[in-house]
């Protein structure tokens, strides 16, 4: 998974839409997941439509299953309404609440003595993105075939760069802000002190979507 690189299989587009077919794979693999991603603008409203489809014969659990968009740095917050006020993942949703929330981005995720996965907020309807201090961007969500909603994690930092820091010290300078919006996530169990995650809240890879409109804050 940590080796994933994307190869453009299509890309088709018009004053209105922009549609790109994307396989996502490890070198020397067959496994893959395919992406497709339209953008359409009409009526002064951008939205974006992404449907993952992964192939055959994946045979582990995946961490998560959706998009990164890389912010600038001068984002400082977010408020939305969803669960909260902390963070939640499909293992801890019975100590999260439906609400409207608000908080600053060194509030979102949680300062371990090891850095760690963290942050994620599930079930949103809708993210005011923050930028010195003023609304910036809005997303509104949707949801999928199925009725689920998707997830938002804010951060300083990628997965990848968590992932490698041992400490906190070891974290590199923060170069852009990182909004995950996940259509699924993987719950995190108490492997630490406890049993690995019940089956039931295990992400098996699987088809998602995700459904986005995008506005100035």
Do not use: K
């Amino acid at each position: 998974l940590d080796r994933l690189t994307p190869r453009v299989v299509s890309r088709t587009g018009s004053t209105s839409e922009l549609r790109t077919l994307t396989r996502w794979a490890p070198a020397n693999s067959r496994l893959s997941v395919l992406t497709d991603v339209r953008w359409t603008f009409t009526d002064d409203v951008l939205e974006l439509r992404i449907d993952l489809e992964p192939s055959a014969g994946w045979d582990m659990v995946w961490p998560r299953l959706g998009v990164r968009f890389d912010l600038p740095t001068g984002v400082d917050g977010a408020s939305w309404f969803g669960t909260g006020p902390l963070e939640s993942y499909p293992d801890s949703l019975r100590a999260a609440r439906v609400g409207r929330f608000s908080a600053a981005l060194d509030e979102l995720t949680v300062g371990y003595a090891r850095p760690q996965e963290s942050g994620h907020r599930s079930d949103l309807r809708s993210l005011t993105v923050r930028r010195s201090g003023a609304d910036w961007l809005r997303i509104d969500t949707g949801p999928d075939a199925a009725g689920r909603l998707p997830g938002f994690t804010l951060t300083p930092h990628t997965a990848e760069e968590v992932d490698r820091a041992a400490h906190p010290h070891e974290l590199p300078p923060s170069t852009a802000t990182r909004l995950y919006l996940d259509a699924a996530q993987h719950g995190l169990g108490s492997r630490a002190c406890g049993p690995d995650v019940w089956p039931a809240q295990a992400l098996a890879p699987r088809a998602a979507s995700l459904r986005l409109r995008f506005a100035p804050g």
